[in-house]
């Protein structure tokens, strides 16, 4: 009898449970490592693009993920009274794609995602400290001084690793400039401006932007970007007073939903990512989800790439690839997309948080002439997903 081929995961985030269930399907042994010594039903939402709703549906996800969250059609850009600068219809993109947007909370999207990992392949309180590897295996060493050795171990430890530097090389965190608060409010009325159907919708004031998105039928995602939240590295609670401080000149919108969102579901994030990696591995350790390609969260891809990844490792594996093969066909499929993606969100960045009076005036000039086949061309770029090389 041949042993199964032996997969050992570090981080049970978004990226490294799909990883799981891709790795899973293709016949592997699966272990899931995750500091947390709890799983909690914790975060905000993120909006799932048909690229990850693509690959979730090849992992075989397709009817749990359709059953979460809250689709959307649109994506636009407002002032604060409603009055649209840009206006995006997503429907040619969704029927090229075959895929809807759709915006799932980060809890309900992670327990779908636990359900499918065989029970008792995810070890919690298991601190992943260090990773070697030799041609034939890789071995980790934990917080705890044990040792566990696999066929091939995916790093997806998240935007502040410690294992990234160990198989890629040190590199430098490299702070946005502007931070973030995000708030998850049990109530839905309608922003201003917004019509029939649903947006993914940012409006954008004299000092920050203010995102909104449906995440259900009686909920709303909503996050405040600006250059006044202080940097950080880690999420931290965010003072009630100061927010609502900064939101006084918003139309009350903006303010009610502050309110109505439970405390603990309102965390202040750090906005930080890093320049692309050399590569991401070698033939027994593969670098995947934000460990790979630490990025802005201005075009929503990363938990969207990190699924990519999931699905890419998978088909790996599913091909029979293994070693520097496996690591090959990964990069070749998934590595110059998304370091692109890194890139752009930073140039997006740089150009939408705007907050002095003249950079607005130029932004959404800029904005408004934009011409639609440029972002059906930027967004058809990012649903689509690499064919395999
Ligand atoms: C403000 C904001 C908005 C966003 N919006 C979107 C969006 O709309 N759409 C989208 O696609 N993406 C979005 N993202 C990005 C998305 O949140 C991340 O890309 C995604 O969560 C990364 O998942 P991951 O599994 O790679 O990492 P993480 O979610 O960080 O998971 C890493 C896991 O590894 C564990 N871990 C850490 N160290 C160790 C260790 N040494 N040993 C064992 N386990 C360890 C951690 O406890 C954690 O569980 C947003 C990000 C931000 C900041």
Request: with cysteine; hydrophobic share 40%.
């Amino acid at each position: 009898m041949q042993t199964p081929f032996k997969v050992a995961i570090v981080g049970a985030g978004i990226c490294g449970l799909t990883t799981a269930i891709a790795c899973q399907n293709a016949g592997a042994e699966v272990t899931v490592f995750e500091a947390a010594p709890k799983l909690l039903p914790l975060g905000t939402a993120i909006s799932l693009w048909p690229n990850a709703l693509t690959c979730l549906d090849k992992i075989g996800l397709g009817p749990q993920i359709a059953a979460l969250g809250h689709p959307f059609d649109r994506i636009v850009t407002r002032h604060p009274d409603g009055t649209p600068i840009m206006r995006f219809d997503l429907a040619d993109l969704h029927a090229k794609h075959g895929q809807t947007s759709r915006c799932v909370t980060r809890a309900a999207l992670h327990t779908a995602l636990l359900t499918e990992v065989t029970a008792d392949h995810v070890k919690l309180g298991a601190a992943v400290e260090n990773v070697s590897w030799t041609q034939d295996d890789a071995t980790m060493t934990m917080a705890d001084g044990t040792m566990h050795s696999a066929d091939l171990v995916v790093v997806a430890d998240g935007l502040n690793s410690r294992l990234r530097a160990q198989v890629a090389g040190p590199d430098t965190l490299r702070p946005a400039g502007y931070g973030a608060v995000l708030g998850l409010a049990p109530m839905w009325r309608t922003p201003p401006g917004w019509g029939a159907g649903a947006e993914a919708c940012e409006y954008y004031g004299p000092n920050g932007r203010f995102g909104v998105i449906r995440s259900d039928i009686n909920q709303t995602y909503w996050f405040f970007v600006s250059k006044a939240v202080p940097p950080a590295t880690r999420a931290v609670p965010v003072d009630p007073a100061w927010l609502m401080d900064q939101l006084r000149d918003w139309p009350a919108f903006a303010r009610e939903l502050v309110v109505a969102t439970p405390q603990d579901q309102m965390p202040q994030v750090a906005l930080n990512d890093h320049a692309p990696a050399k590569h991401w591995g070698n033939g027994r350790v593969l670098l995947a989800g934000d460990t790979a390609h630490p990025m802005l969260p201005n075009f929503g891809q990363g938990a969207n790439q990190a699924i990519e990844d999931a699905y890419a490792i998978g088909l790996g594996l599913e091909r029979g690839k293994a070693g520097l093969d496996l690591a090959q066909f990964y990069s070749d499929m998934r590595k110059r997309k998304a370091d692109g993606i890194v890139k752009q969100n930073r140039q997006n960045g740089q150009m939408t948080q705007q907050e002095g009076r003249f950079g607005q005036l130029i932004r959404n000039a800029v904005m408004r002439m934009m011409p639609q086949r440029v972002v059906t061309a930027q967004l058809d770029r990012h649903f689509t997903v690499s064919p395999p090389t």
